[in-house]
C-alpha cells in the first residue's frame, strides 16, 4: 500500500486476535507500530513474538487517567502518531433481561466510552502535526439486531455513529472511518460459541466459512493508505456476505 512507510501506528486491543494481525500487517508495510493493551501479560507475549515492533503500553482505554500517562509514553516512544487503530473491545453473550447495570456499563465503557477517550488524544495530536487517520472497530452488530448481544450492540451502533460525526469535525486533516467486521474466527469468538455453534455460523455466511483475522488486517490497512486517501466518514463491512440478504443470508439452507 502506498504511504505506510515510516507511518507511526497505534494499536489498541492489539495483544491478540485481530490487533495483532493488524500490528503484523502494519510492520509488513514498513510502519512503526505500538500496541496497547490492559492485558499486562499479553504485551510481553506480543513483544516476544512481534519483536519488530517499537513498544507496547499497559492500559485500560476505559480509564481516561491511564490512557493519559499511555499516550504520554506513546509520545516517547514515536515522537507523535500518524494512525490510530481504536481496536480494543469486550463482547458479552447474554438475554438483555439478564443484563444487570454492571455488566451493561462495562461493556459501554469499553467498547464506546474507551473509543472516544484514544480517539480524542489521538485527534488532538494529529491536528497540531500533519494529519492522520482513525480507524474505528465495529461490527455487524451495530449495523444488524443479533440476540443476546444488546450492550454489545448498543456500543457499536454507537461507535459507527461516533465515526461519522468524527469524520465531519475533524476533516480535512484527519480521516475517520469504521471497519465492521461479521464472524471471524479469534479467541474471543472461540470462548462464547461452542463448535457446533461455530458451524452453524458458517452456514449463515454466503462465502461458506467464518473470516480470518488477517483478512481484516487488510482493510484497515488499505484504509489507512494513502490509496484510501479520498475516504471518510464511511464503515466497511467485511462479513462474507451474511447480512447482504437480510433474512435470506441468514437461512442454513438455500432455496432454488
Known sequence: MRGLKDKRVLITGGARGIGEAIAARFLEEGSCVVI????????????????????????????PIEVEQAFIEMDQMMNGLDILINNAGISMRKPFLEIDPKEWSEVIQVNLNGLFFIAQKAARI???????????????NGLMG?????????????????TRSMALELAPSVRVNVICPGYILTQMQKAEYTSEMLRDCEKR???GRLGK???????????????AEFITGQ?????????AGGLASQSPTKKL
Open 126 to 140: 494529529m491536528l497540531i502535526g500533519e494529519g492522520g487517520v482513525i480507524l474505528n472497530m465495529g461490527s455487524t
Open 36 to 63: 496497547l493493551d490492559k492485558d499486562e501479560a499479553g504485551c510481553r507475549d506480543i513483544k516476544q513474538k512481534i519483536p519488530a515492533l517499537t513498544g507496547t503500553l499497559v492500559a485500560d482505554v476505559s480509564n
Open 205 to 207: 455466511v454466503p462465502l
Open 213 to 227: 483475522p488477517e483478512e481484516v488486517a487488510a482493510l484497515f490497512v488499505f484504509l489507512a493508505s494513502d490509496d
Open 235 to 243: 464503515y466497511f463491512v467485511i462479513d462474507g456476505g451474511e447480512i
Open 146 to 162: 443479533y440476540p443476546f448481544y444488546a450492550a454489545y450492540n448498543a456500543s457499536k451502533a454507537g461507535v459507527i455513529e461516533l
